[in-house]
């Protein structure tokens, strides 16, 4: 594959997960309310829980465009320190919670 192909294909990707994200963000929006009506949590709750998923969406689609250059290049230990920063601050940021809630 020549640099222009894979340029354009990264190009084409790139406009893939912002349509995906466009599609996918109204569809959360409409089913989520559906879908947790039965739990009657407050609707600061459900503001909170929908904005997670919205935020893990949008970074998902973001972390699987840029991990393919990274696996065609077998650069893995740049591919996996990115997922283990970004588990360990969710960890982190769960134990914080874990902790306020416990007071």
């Keep these: 594959m020549t640099k222009k192909l894979l340029a ?15 599609l996918l963000i109204p ?7 559906l879908v947790i ?4 949590w407050t609707w600061i709750t459900q503001l909170l829980l929908l904005s997670s998923i919205v935020i893990s969406l949008f970074f998902q689609g973001w972390a699987s465009y840029y991990a393919v250059p990274l696996l065609m290049h077998k650069q893995l230990r740049e591919y996996y320190q990115v997922q283990i920063a970004s588990a360990g601050g969710r960890l982190i940021i769960n134990f914080g919670f874990y902790i306020i809630s416990a007071y």
């Design 27 to 33: 569809i959360s929006i409409i089913v989520f309310p």
């Design 8 to 22: 354009r294909i990264f190009m084409l990707e790139s406009i893939f997960v912002i349509c995906c994200f466009g």
């Design 37 to 40: 009506a039965k739990y009657h």
